[in-house]
């Protein structure tokens, strides 16, 4: 039982502490966790301050460390360290102010010249009146330099004030702090020492000072064996039995690797590392060591995965698989911030320690700031340099990394105009020139000299694409395409635009071809020759389509049907009526792209002179209208649309098929 003086003194706190106590509860702290990150990174502050005026003053500091535990009994939980201690005034200046930081004072005192040698000392601000988040009342016991134990004590009933006494309970020896959270009825779960191993854990495990709880462990004892007669001389047997004793157990075990420099880790740490901070299976491809000094100093060690995370397997851009931890002086604070990497570097796993970051006294709140621009400057930078590292090194293991996390880096392509131009290079394609893929300083290595776009075709399957119409006359030139098969691929091309001076053209697309003037002389005079056929076949489609052109793209086709330049390709219609974007009763803002279908024929094909023939004939004929319906559906599957009505389409060609065989 502990004693202390009769008459404490009582002191007034100099600030409105039960509006900011509201504050802290209510809106600083969303999760009631963080107090013992708070607690525990003000302990590890109190034995910085030790080490480094022992260093000044050449006293050894001893063995500097933190302790956690719980007592069932009286309800409480008690952080401890044996660190510099506070005196009497200490209190009164450092807990008797909100926001008060003896660790700035202490800052501006040394001098600003030993700023680096300090530059793990934190802050003792805020944070500690966390402890109230799940405390009704709050001691801190504390030595300072001056020998004299003293006891700080605040209720959260009673936050006008708080007292100050000498104490006189267990002795501390040299300088140190007990802060004693007694605890309040719904927070029994942090007397759990499973929970608070957890907590530590995670907010904790790299802080540079060792962090025991006490805990049951069993030892080997030697007992006499009762059951055992006595020896010849009259000696006992003696037997083993295991007995449960209390022991200190150190719970950070692990070393924080991106302060150690790049050149004395192995890569079987940094992958042993990867395993077991983001809890992966999978080896990294590749990771990025490095420290940045100047306007913000922080370090960092980023890694690529070679497998996609689970949570990026059914959500693109799910939140919880964010996976950046940001750290401030070794601890934990989130690794869930938006703001620190874009959405596209989504995948990466990684450590960003830095004393320069801004938080608010909560520090869960990252603030929009100059140093968060920096540091997001700079992890982005060095992830693409990561990235075109993988490129470079083999090829081979990038055409997997691609496969797995291509899409994030087309979506930085979109959403990253600063890193655009380097991400353009890394991206791959197939084409139709090789079963691999390719990338677009490849294929315009391999461009004929009379080639003026790089082409490409946008569908479901490169299979699909393949055999489109649209491609034939390209393809007969020998002209490479490039094929593009999911939905982002056109956003990401039109982003692109340009590649060393060469435009990109959607094939799909009509006035996409490099046509010579003889070429554009033949299609004029094409268009005038079935000038009648195509305003004929344009009123029996009505609005299906915007117009009818003579093609020259076609060379074994009748038909296919090119979107104008401002429309988007079947693909990217089906993906927007799935994602319920549009509906075709309702087409909304889409409309105008929606209906911009071009129906290209091919005047030498045999199937288009027989219409027109039909044309000439009667074109009021049933036949002859549902023969260019037969076309224009045809021509529709080929490009990739999906047909109004299939039912129709199979009854217009049984119809076809029957009048084949009566005839």
Not at 43 to 60: M, N, V, W
Not at 412 to 436: A, M, Q, T, V, W
Not at 552 to 581: D, F
């Amino acid at each position: 039982m502990s004693t202390v003086d009769a008459e404490p003194e009582k002191y007034a706190f100099e600030s409105n502490v039960s509006r900011v106590m509201d504050i802290i509860i209510h809106s600083l702290y969303s999760n009631k966790d963080v107090f013992l990150r708070e607690l525990v990174s003000n302990a590890a502050d109190a034995c910085d301050k030790k080490r480094f005026l022992s260093l000044t003053a050449e006293h050894p500091s001893g063995d500097l460390r933190i302790r956690v535990y719980p007592n069932r009994t009286e309800n409480t939980l008690t952080i401890e360290d044996n660190g510099i201690g506070m005196n009497k005034n200490d209190m009164i200046q450092n807990l008797g102010r909100i926001a008060e930081s003896g660790t700035k004072r202490f800052l501006d005192t040394m001098g600003k010249e030993k700023k680096e040698d300090m530059s793990l000392i934190g802050q003792f601000g805020v944070g500690f009146y966390s402890g109230f988040l799940v405390a009704d009342k709050i001691d801190v016991i504390s030595k300072g330099s001056d020998g004299v134990q003293h006891r700080w004590s605040a209720s959260a009933d009673s936050l006008d004030q708080y007292t100050v006494s000498a104490d006189h309970s267990t002795f501390i020896e040299g300088t140190g702090t007990k802060i004693v959270l007694h605890l309040k009825e719904e927070a029994d779960q942090y007397l759990d020492e499973v929970a608070l191993k957890t907590l530590i854990e995670k907010y904790s495990e790299f802080v540079s000072f060792p962090i025991e709880i006490l805990k049951l462990v069993s030892r080997p004892e030697q007992v006499p064996d009762e059951s055992q007669p006595l020896g010849p001389d009259g000696e006992i047997s003696m037997k083993t039995v295991m007995k449960k004793v209390q022991d200190w157990d150190v719970v950070n075990t692990k070393k924080p690797l991106w302060m150690r420099s790049a050149k004395q880790v192995s890569k079987e740490e940094y992958d042993e590392f990867y395993k077991q901070t983001f809890r992966a299976f999978d080896t990294p491809l590749n990771h990025a060591h490095f420290a940045v000094e100047g306007n913000v100093d922080f370090k960092a060690l980023l890694y690529l995965p070679s497998e996609v995370p689970y949570e990026l397997s059914r959500d693109m851009f799910a939140s919880s698989a964010r996976s950046m931890r940001l750290y401030v002086k070794r601890v934990f604070i989130n690794d869930k911030f938006e703001d620190l990497i874009p959405r596209w570097l989504l995948f990466l796993r990684g450590v960003v320690d830095s004393n320069d970051l801004p938080l608010n006294v909560g520090r869960e709140i990252l603030q929009q700031s100059r140093s968060l621009r920096i540091i997001k400057q700079r992890l982005v930078k060095k992830s693409i340099d990561m990235i075109s590292d993988v490129a470079k090194r083999n090829e081979t293991e990038y055409v997997t990394f691609w496969k797995n996390f291509g899409r994030y880096l087309k979506v930085g392509i979109i959403d990253d105009e600063k890193s655009r131009d380097e991400l353009i290079p890394l991206c791959r394609f197939y084409s139709s020139h090789s079963d691999n893929m390719t990338s677009l300083p490849d294929y315009v290595s391999r461009m004929p000299s009379d080639q003026k776009f790089i082409y490409y075709a946008i569908g479901d399957s490169r299979s699909q694409i393949a055999k489109s119409p649209a491609l034939e006359k390209i393809r007969q030139k020998g002209y490479e395409i490039l094929y593009l098969t999911e939905p982002v691929d056109e956003f990401t091309v039109q982003n692109i635009y340009k590649f060393n001076d060469k435009e990109l053209k959607d094939v799909g697309k009509e006035a996409v071809q490099d046509l010579s003037e003889e070429e554009k002389s033949e299609k004029e005079q094409k268009n005038v020759d079935t000038e009648a056929l195509r305003t004929w076949i344009k009123e029996v489609l009505g609005d299906k389509i915007t117009r009818v052109e003579a093609s020259t793209r076609l060379v074994e086709s009748p038909a296919t049907i090119v979107q104008s330049e401002y429309g988007i390709s079947p693909t990217m219609q089906k993906y927007l009526r799935a994602q319920a974007v549009v509906d075709d009763a309702n087409q909304g803002q889409f409309s105008n792209v929606f209906n911009q279908a071009v129906l290209e024929i091919n005047p030498d094909h045999p199937i288009i002179q027989s219409l027109n023939a039909l044309y000439q004939k009667d074109p009021q004929a049933l036949i002859a209208k549902n023969r260019v319906e037969i076309i224009f559906n045809t021509a529709a599957l080929a490009a990739g649309y999906v047909l109004d009505s299939a039912v129709d389409y199979s009854k217009l060609i049984v119809d076809m098929m029957t009048d084949m065989a009566t005839q």
